[in-house]
């Protein structure tokens, strides 16, 4: 059966704080993995990753994806308090499988 | 801006009675969407794959019969929750891949809560 864990399921951490989410995936038929926040309703694109190793960058937001050992962080440096959210990892092919995810509440 | 629209947003009906969501690709076109249901503290569960022009694959577990979906053009599916029971009350979430190629990144729509009393 295909599934998807993420860990920690919630994280407190304070303004200025670096966070790493992980991601771990198994899961048949795997082409990418994909990183969203979700806030208040529907979930925002964060990174897709489909080769191992190659880091994707967008501001504070880094994601790195490791298909050896079947993992991926999410790291966001210089938290804020706008960064609290659940981040979501979902992988597969056309069908994603998610996991549970993250809730992420940065405090001032 | 959005480029997956969803209607309602939100909807309160009684036991019993049925209840259409629409999910739109704006700009777009979707020959495939995906239905997911998201129940609080929850992950997002996929439900069903609604292919343009032909019946929708549900998951295992899903009942079809009680979860009609329909893919009538390339930006439009809906899914119908007939005779809506409390149990059903959840949010219910659309996507669709943005390009037609395999790993295009999922797009979703702003879900809709669905409340049966």
């Known amino acids: 059966e295909d599934k998807v864990v993420q860990s920690p399921l919630s994280l407190v951490v304070h303004e200025g704080d670096t966070v790493t989410l992980n991601c771990s995936y198994e899961v048949t038929n795997f082409r990418s993995l994909l990183w969203y926040k979700q806030e208040k309703k529907a979930p925002t694109f964060l990174f897709m990753l489909?080769?191992?190793?190659i880091e994707k960058k967008s501001g504070r937001l880094s994601s790195i994806l490791d298909k050896k050992e079947l993992f991926s962080i999410l790291n966001i440096t210089a938290t804020q308090t706008g960064d609290s959210a659940v981040y979501l990892c979902?992988?597969?092919?056309?069908?994603?499988?998610f996991g549970k995810g993250t809730k992420l509440t940065v405090n001032p | 801006g959005a480029v997956v629209s969803q209607h309602p947003s939100w909807v309160i009906c009684k036991s019993g009675t049925s209840v259409k969501i629409e999910c739109r690709s704006l700009d777009f076109q979707a020959t495939t969407m995906f239905w997911y249901r998201q129940f609080p503290k929850q992950s997002l569960m996929l439900m069903a794959t609604?292919?343009?022009?032909?019946?929708?694959?549900?998951e295992q577990g899903v009942e079809k019969d009680k979860f009609l979906i329909n893919h009538a053009s390339l930006t439009l599916s809906t899914l119908t929750v007939t005779s809506a029971h409390p149990e059903d009350s959840s949010f219910y979430i659309c996507s669709a891949p943005l390009f037609s190629t395999d790993n295009s990144p999922l797009h979703f729509g702003n879900g809709t809560r669905l409340t049966v009393t």
């Open positions: 489909t080769s191992s190793g």
């Open positions: 979902g992988g597969g092919s056309e069908k994603l499988v």
């Open positions: 609604s292919n343009e022009g032909s019946k929708a694959t549900y």
